[in-house]
C-alpha cells in the first residue's frame, strides 16, 4: 500500500479506530513514535495492571490483540501505508503482555519491562522481521509485537529463575 498524499492526511480522530490505531495519539509524537506509543501504553498499562483482577488484565490484553488485528488493519488501509509508524496500539498490546510477568508494580520493573520491550522491538531478532516483512495485515502489525514480548518476557523469566 503506497499513497502520494501524506498518509497522516488520511486519519480522522473523530474515528475511534483510528484514534485507537495511534494510541490516542502518542503514536504522532516524533521523534520514535513506536517508543512514545510504548511509554502511553506503559502509563495506561500501569493503571489498570493496578485497578484490574490478573485474569481479567489478561482478557483485556487478549482482547486488544484481537481488536488490534482490526483497528490497526483498518487504519493502516485508510493511511495506504502498511503499518506506519504512527499506528502504536501494537505497542500497547505488545508492552501489555510484558507486564504481565512482572512480579511486582514498581519503577524499576517498569523501567525493565520498557527497555526490554523496546529492545527487541527495535533489533527484530529472528524471526520477527520476517513476520514484520511478510505479513501485511492488521495481523501482521500487530504479531510482530506480539513476538518481541515473547522475547522481553523469555529474559524477564530467566532473570527471575536465575536472580
Not at 486488544?64 to 502504536?88: E, N, Q, R
Not at 527487541?120 to 520477527?128: E, G, R
Request: hydrophobic share 55%.
Amino acid at each position: 500500500m503506497t499513497t502520494s498524499q501524506n498518509p497522516l492526511k488520511q486519519l480522522r480522530f473523530s474515528n475511534p479506530i483510528h484514534l485507537l490505531a495511534v494510541g490516542f495519539g502518542s503514536g504522532l509524537i516524533h521523534p520514535a513514535p513506536g517508543t512514545w506509543g510504548s511509554l502511553a501504553g506503559l502509563a495506561i498499562g500501569t493503571i489498570l495492571w493496578q485497578w484490574l483482577p490478573w485474569k481479567i488484565f489478561i482478557f483485556f490484553t487478549a482482547l486488544c490483540f484481537i481488536l488490534g488485528c482490526y483497528f490497526c488493519g483498518k487504519t493502516a488501509k485508510d493511511m495506504g501505508v502498511h503499518d506506519h509508524g504512527s499506528i502504536v496500539w501494537d505497542e500497547f498490546v505488545g508492552i501489555w503482555l510484558v507486564m504481565l510477568v512482572m512480579p511486582e508494580m514498581s519503577l524499576a520493573w517498569c523501567a525493565a519491562v520498557f527497555v526490554l520491550f523496546r529492545l527487541f522491538d527495535i533489533l527484530k531478532p529472528y524471526p520477527i522481521k520476517i513476520f514484520d516483512e511478510k505479513l501485511e495485515s492488521g495481523f501482521g502489525i500487530m504479531i510482530d509485537d506480539v513476538l518481541a514480548a515473547v522475547y522481553a518476557i523469555l529474559v524477564i523469566k530467566l532473570y527471575l529463575i536465575f536472580s
